[in-house]
């Protein structure tokens, strides 16, 4: 028993530090005369430039700014192809270049990095305990006194009973003590959360804290956002609408209020542009889940949703008519309008394709019995395409990061049990933090990470099933070891007060308890994603 329990546990702590070692120990950094040196990797700070060449791992996160090449990011989330990394990408320490070569601006170093955070993730996983547990731990704090109690009454009613036989009431009463020994209660749980969370973090799934186990458990709804999670969350220019007819003008006011957001539609906004010489933006200000506004070139200009024009009193005028074809479409309308004058200047549609196993990933999900939901800020007729297109039947759209919290409170009533909510930005955090159960994905944010049970390594909806799948695979081991373990003093203890197991036999059936609970924990290490089992098959 003790031989399986060291083998599961340095088995855990081997990948742990494995991932340790992902990290290089020297690194070439660019000197401010263009020079290059090379460093020990602790001597490394943020904005520092590093160069990199084909088969050298990165030794902090940041920012591609020069050259191409595809990375290999297996070692942190577990996607096997490599991704292609350009200017603007953000790149992970530990992770490897394949081909090329690039600089890359440091952002965070040492202990802030994506893997240094994984690290912690998984060890502070590790060392929680789930509600079972704490009901563990609170029924042996009973346990173990009314076993010594029991102990005590075969000891005397033995001793009564054979007449002043002492050696015999004696040995009675060891085999009570032997049999009832709780190791098998004291490794039920550590041993099946160590093994499942260092089989989910292989597969790129972080439990982040030990309670999502029974939270997965008790799941009736996953709600997902939509833009990043369900789609590409790369949405492009697909058609501009402009009151004057002058495009142009209108994109490129449109680009200068958005010259320093990194908003997906500013991206989007800023990448049709173009190089091209733009105004300055005072006064700029970020209604979140709406807009922004600013002034651009004497004028009070507002770029957002249908709600901001609301809100500031402005109606779409003629244009709505055209807006609404973009949105039957599926596309997402932002509006570009002056408050000075309440005019509406023209619109822009941007398009958003659902990711490649979004579709796949919501039949999966309702094939394990989960109901789905979608959560999103975007209009209503464009979350309802997308939804559509992927099978999810209840929308709730226009949200308000606000709003969707309440919306998991009204949802959880409805379902009649725990809800999930899937996400990857700041405006997803309040209900990640709303639902029982935050699965946040990895490409985004980390303040979705810091407030998710879950986080996912890859921006793949897929995961969300297997996280569930492996968080509801470990808290069934570990109720199964709790079952057997509490199963065993059950019916051990009355065997050994009424004299039926001598003290040997009752120390050998208690360390084939402990071995079984191991055994079965580490069955645990078996456990692969649905699609790789039906892959398989």
């Known amino acids: 028993g003790k031989w399986l329990e060291a083998r599961a546990r340095g088995q855990t702590a081997a990948a742990l530090r494995a991932l340790l070692q992902l990290r290089p120990a020297t690194a070439r950094r660019r000197r401010p005369d263009g020079t290059e040196e090379t460093v020990d990797t602790a001597l490394l700070r943020a904005d520092d430039i590093l160069l990199l060449r084909a088969g050298e791992a990165f030794a902090a996160d940041g920012i591609v700014i020069e050259g191409r090449a595809s990375v290999d990011e297996s070692m942190l989330t577990g996607e096997s192809l490599p991704v292609e990394k350009q200017m603007g990408d953000t790149v992970r320490a530990g992770t490897l270049n394949r081909d090329g070569l690039i600089a890359v601006r440091i952002e965070a170093t040492a202990g802030e990095t994506m893997l240094a955070r994984i690290l912690r993730l998984v060890e502070s996983a590790q060392a929680s305990k789930p509600p079972v547990q704490q009901l563990v731990d609170r029924i042996s704090s009973v346990f173990v006194p009314v076993v010594i109690f029991i102990a005590l009454v075969t000891f005397t009613f033995t001793l009564s009973l054979s007449s002043g036989n002492v050696e015999m009431a004696l040995l009675h009463a060891i085999a009570v003590l032997v049999i009832a020994c709780p190791c098998a209660l004291g490794l039920a749980t550590p041993a099946a959360l160590m093994v499942g969370t260092g089989v989910a973090a292989r597969h790129g799934i972080l439990i982040r804290d030990a309670g999502a186990l029974e939270q997965a458990r008790n799941l009736r709804l996953v709600a997902f956002d939509k833009t990043g999670t369900l789609t590409e969350g790369k949405p492009v220019v697909t058609a501009i609408h402009a009151a004057a007819g002058d495009e142009a003008a209108l994109l490129r006011l449109a680009a200068a209020l958005q010259a320093g957001s990194q908003h997906p539609l500013a991206t989007a906004i800023r990448a049709r542009v173009g190089d091209v010489s733009l105004p300055s933006v005072q006064d700029f200000r970020d209604f979140a889940g709406r807009g922004v506004c600013g002034l651009v070139e004497g004028r009070h200009l507002l770029l957002g949703n249908a709600r901001l024009l609301q809100e500031h009193g402005i109606s779409a005028g003629v244009l709505q008519e055209p807006a609404d074809m973009q949105a039957v479409q599926g596309r997402t309308v932002s509006w570009l309008a002056d408050d000075d004058t ?68 009204r949802l959880r009533d409805q379902a009649g049990g725990d809800i999930a909510m899937v996400g990857d930005g700041i405006n997803d955090a309040p209900a990640l933090a709303s639902a029982d159960l935050g ?19 890859r921006g793949d909806p897929l995961l969300v099933a297997d996280a569930i799948g492996i968080a509801r695979a470990t808290d069934a081991r570990i109720r199964q070891n709790l079952v057997w373990a509490f199963g065993y003093n059950v019916i051990g203890i009355p065997l050994a007060a009424f004299g039926l197991l001598d003290p040997m036999l009752a120390g050998a059936a208690m360390a084939l308890s402990s071995v079984s609970v191991l055994t079965n924990a580490l069955l645990l290490r078996r456990w692969q994603p649905h699609h790789v089992q039906e892959a398989r098959s």
């Open 342 to 409: 309440k005019t509406v200047l023209g619109f822009f549609a941007f398009g958003d394709e659902p990711k490649a196993h979004a579709a796949a990933a919501i039949a999966g999900l309702q094939a394990m019995g989960l109901r789905v939901a979608m959560l999103s800020g975007d209009a209503p007729a464009a979350a309802g395409a997308i939804a559509a297109r992927l099978g999810i039947t209840e929308v709730q759209a226009g949200l308000l990061p606000e709003d969707k919290a309440a919306a998991i409170a």
């Open 439 to 457: 699965i946040a994905m990895g490409n985004g944010t980390d303040v979705a990470m810091q407030t998710a049970g879950i986080t996912l390594m």
